[in-house]
């Protein structure tokens, strides 16, 4: 057996090619359709336009400039920037982070449309609910140009991390003539990369005012599909006395299914708690011990409560429920038609008069009669003095504690900042973050436990915030993946010296991310302490952005014999092992919270990944003496780890496990040889180096 060398060129050490996905789903479905041709002495596949049409039976032809849909310069380099795999990696900072060793929730510092890139091979398919409060395109917004060459060094040099104090930042005024054309060119990849990411059952949220609603809409179309629009939220913020024509007080959330078909076949439907209704079970307690049984009396105490509720608090619908019974609150006025007319006419006998009530215009709710009085029994419908009055539907609260989500929300955006501001000792170091009860409640609402949460516009980490405080509320174990832009704070930039200020004053470089980690640190701690019975994860893994470790073969011409010799180690100098296992683990499609053993074998250190999945030994030294002890130990560790895991010797050698090493290590080509020979006699047969 031979151990192959991974490359900066090699698939294994890139992100996902989801250019290349598409062909192989084109070849899958269709072989005739996919050819090969040679451009520049590479073999490279293309699609056979003719035989397409063959297939499709002489379809319609569309004109370019004569289709339906939003259209804009740039639109098809920004559909083919999506499709560009990665360059980069993620490097690991364990002390910017939060309980590193235990955490399952990760923070990422880049620029997200590599962050995307980077994590498709790892999260593909696995995310529940994606929210994100993309730039509004108000004029004011940070825009920075996609270089579709080399997005990593571009990215590296807008924010300072490379050159001599980065490059020139601008904003995207409306004076530009580009003003919506560079907006659509920053959003159109990021969404396509982010569909790919849902879960069948999944949802996105997007933030937005009127700037790009309506553009924001016509994208979202095209890639998410208009059939799996779902709704359009309406956050009412605040009114604006000073306004010229109208207070523009509102903002839009689109929300879109990654499939609403199979939601509906799979009859997954959305329900929240009613909010108040606790507040409401301790009143009537508290009333009940008072006063028994006397329901009159529990009744005037329990409307005297409900004048305290204002009329535009969340609560209010619940002053509806003003009858009352050993159930508690209920309400008997519920209709009892069929919707949409055409219901059952079965006939149902008035249990005093004996006689046919009077039926329902659309005609009954229920399908049967012996529907009918089962729901009857349980203290659900209710009859009228006499069979005149068609029954009703009764609703007691506190058995219908939960509802769909209205579309109109009012959410005063004062109440947002004072929050935010409490957690940073109430200095205002960030502009406009978003409500985190507004966030806790479509978090509660739209996933559940164990689900995989992503915001890759985090801003001031309000998402990442607002899933471990639910997770308090709930006691579910929901995580969260955030990606920010390290956008740097001028102090000399009278909107940004707060900011860069406080960043000074905790001794943190000068960039939003910044803010966002230390967001994060304060939130889990204030969680913590609003909770102590709380157990759950508050932690995050921090990653940034950066170049592969792997070193890109790149010779100089002029001294041809100088580029061997430097390129005799592929990992690029100044990185680390924790640096090269973890971008091991992105290639490769794990998660970068799976559990890693450490154990040391032949006096090298040796790491499992997800019980024996990946094993790596990325030492720098091994001679052809060592391979046979460290082999045999390396294989010897996997059988044990998978004989705890209750596998047999049958299902160890079924096995698709990858040993990983580093290529300069190996003392020559025998070393490396025998050790892949051992390591595939005991089951390991992906042996790879680097």
């Not at 090699?10 to 005739?32: G, T, W």
């Not at 509102?250 to 929300?255: A, D, Q, R």
Request: proline fraction near 5%.
């Amino acid at each position: 057996m031979t151990m192959q060398t991974l490359t900066a060129g090699s698939p294994e050490s890139q992100s996902a090619n989801l250019k290349a996905a598409n062909i192989a789903a084109l070849r899958a479905l269709f072989p005739e359709l996919v050819t090969e041709r040679i451009v520049d002495g590479k073999t490279e596949s293309a699609l056979n336009v003719e035989v397409l049409m063959q297939l499709v039976g002489g379809a319609t032809v569309l004109d370019s400039d004569e289709k339906y849909g939003l259209n804009w310069h740039g639109k098809r380099r920004a559909r083919q920037l999506a499709l560009t795999p990665s360059t980069g990696t993620l490097r690991p900072a364990p002390g910017e982070s939060v309980d590193w060793d235990t955490t399952q929730n990760l923070m990422i510092e880049g620029d997200n449309l590599e962050v995307l890139k980077l994590l498709q091979k790892s999260y593909a398919g696995k995310v529940k609910l994606i929210y994100i409060d993309p730039p509004y395109n108000t004029g004011n917004d940070f825009v920075y140009p996609d270089n579709f060459q080399d997005n990593i060094k571009n990215y590296l040099e807008l924010t300072g991390q490379t050159g001599e104090g980065g490059a020139k930042l601008s904003s995207n005024t409306e004076a530009s003539g580009r003003f919506h054309t560079d907006w659509l060119n920053m959003i159109y990849p990021r969404l396509k990369l982010a569909h790919s990411l849902l879960r069948n059952d999944g949802v996105i949220l997007l933030s937005i005012d009127d700037a790009e609603q309506a553009d924001l809409k016509q994208v979202c179309d095209e890639i998410y599909g208009q059939e799996n629009f779902l709704a359009h939220l309406v956050w009412d913020r605040n009114r604006k006395n000073d306004a010229k024509y109208f207070s523009v007080g509102h903002e839009y959330m689109l929300v879109y299914a990654k499939n609403e078909r199979f939601l509906t076949e799979s009859q997954i439907v959305f329900r929240g708690q009613k909010e108040g209704i606790e507040e409401v079970k301790v009143e009537f307690d508290r009333l009940s011990s008072i006063h028994e049984k006397n329901w009159e009396l529990i009744k005037s105490g329990l409307q005297n409560y409900y004048r305290t509720i204002p009329d535009d608090d969340p609560k209010a619908p619940l002053k509806r429920f003003t009858k009352v019974d050993d159930k508690g609150p209920y309400r008997d006025d519920g209709n009892i038609n069929w919707p949409g007319g055409g219901g059952p006419t079965y006939e149902i006998l008035h249990p005093v008069s004996m006689l046919p009530c009077k039926l329902p215009v659309s005609g009954w709710r229920f399908p049967s009669p012996e529907r009918f009085w089962e729901e009857f029994n349980k203290g659900r419908v209710v009859f009228g003095p006499d069979e005149k009055t068609v029954p009703r539907i009764r609703t007691n609260l506190f058995e219908s504690t939960d509802q769909v989500l209205g579309s109109v929300t009012y959410s005063y955006a004062q109440t947002a900042a004072n929050e935010f501001n409490a957690i940073f000792d109430g200095v205002r170091v960030f502009d406009n973050p978003k409500p985190i009860g507004d966030l806790k409640k479509l978090i509660a609402y739209l996933s559940d436990e164990h689900d995989l949460i992503l915001d890759f516009f985090a801003g001031s980490g309000t998402t990442g915030h607002a899933v471990i405080a639910q997770n308090a509320n709930d006691g579910k174990s929901r995580r969260y993946i955030l990606a920010q832009l390290p956008e740097p704070l001028l102090s000399s930039n009278k909107e940004q010296t707060i900011s860069a200020a406080f960043c000074l004053s905790i001794d943190k470089p000068l960039n939003i991310a910044e803010i966002t980690k230390e967001r994060l640190r304060r939130a889990g701690a204030k969680v913590k302490a609003d909770n102590p019975m709380f157990a759950g994860d508050t932690g995050f893994r921090v990653f940034k952005l950066d170049t592969s470790n792997i070193r890109p073969w790149n010779p100089d011409r002029d001294d041809l014999e100088g580029s061997l010799i430097a390129n005799l180690e592929h990992i690029q100098p100044g990185r680390s092992e924790s640096d090269v296992l973890f971008e091991i683990l992105l290639k490769l499609g794990l998660d970068l919270c799976v559990p890693i053993e450490t154990r040391s074998i032949a006096g090298k250190t040796v790491h499992s990944v997800g019980g024996g999945v990946l094993l790596t030994c990325l030492d720098e030294h091994v001679k052809v003496t060592e391979v046979e002890t460290l082999a045999l130990g390396m294989a010897g560790w996997r059988r044990e780890i998978l004989h705890a895991l209750g596998f047999t010797d049958e299902q160890m050698l079924k096995r698709e496990d990858t040993a990983v090493f580093r290529d300069s290590a190996f003392e020559n080509d025998v070393a490396k040889s025998n050790l892949a020979a051992i390591l595939e006699q005991y089951g390991i047969k992906t042996v790879r180096s680097l």
